[in-house]
């Protein structure tokens, strides 16, 4: 297995405008999250999928952003009415259920900006 | 609310000086403690998991400690393939999956 791969790798786009990123992760784990990273700053949680069901969301998640996982594999990540301030690193992590389940393997990322 | 101290910020050794990277942390009830290394533009690469004050885990020249406040990574002998910023979470105990990160240490080993 290749590991969790993101896609676009980078995205530029205008304030106001939508966009969406992909994630895919490792083929056998059930449980996926996703991060937001700025520049010198620590991954922070927005959300968590285990299987299909989003059991967790932050409160940095706003109503602007989306996420889905619709068949327990892939996910998508909607940014509406993009503003400056949500030009960041976008992570996604996968982890496998059971003894494991704490080791998250991250994909390499996408790059936003918003212009 | 979880909070992560890292320090420093940055460090810069000499390639063979060992030395340690500290982070505190505040969680109400520590289910686990993660060490992560990020290369630049990339996504952070798991090192260890330690769950409990006394626990230990070693990977090359790599040794992560924990007591009830805080964890170190110790660096033995360094290269200047260690080079990367090592960033350290917590999850807390009671089912939830948010982890909580630290800003980083950036660590420069010179040749």
């Known amino acids: 297995d290749t590991g969790v791969s993101q896609d676009p790798r980078h995205k530029i786009t205008k304030r106001g405008q939508n966009v969406t990123f992909r994630c895919d992760p490792i083929?056998?784990?059930?449980?996926l999250y996703w991060y937001r990273q700025t520049l010198g700053q620590g991954p922070e949680f927005l959300t968590y999928f285990q299987n299909e069901a989003q059991l967790e969301k932050s409160r940095l998640l706003s109503d602007r952003f989306s996420a889905e996982r619709p068949k327990g594999s892939f996910s998508t990540l909607e940014i509406q009415r993009t503003e400056q301030g949500d030009s960041a690193m976008y992570l996604c992590a996968s982890s496998p259920q059971g003894a494991s389940s704490y080791e998250q393997y991250f994909g390499p990322g996408t790059r936003l900006t918003v212009t | 609310e979880d909070q992560v101290t890292q320090s420093p910020e940055a460090l810069r050794l000499q390639e063979g000086e060992s030395s340690s990277l500290n982070c505190s942390y505040t969680v109400s009830g520590l289910r686990g403690l993660f060490w992560y290394r990020q290369d630049p533009g990339k996504g952070p690469e798991f090192l260890f998991t330690l769950y409990s004050a006394g626990e230990e885990k070693e990977k090359e020249r790599l040794k992560a400690t924990l007591t009830k406040k805080e964890s170190f990574l110790h660096i033995t002998a360094p290269k200047p393939e260690d080079s990367a910023t090592y960033l350290c979470a917590v999850r807390p105990s009671g089912g939830y999956q948010k982890v909580t990160f630290g800003i980083g240490t950036k660590l420069q080993v010179i040749p």
């Open positions: 083929s056998e784990h059930n449980r």
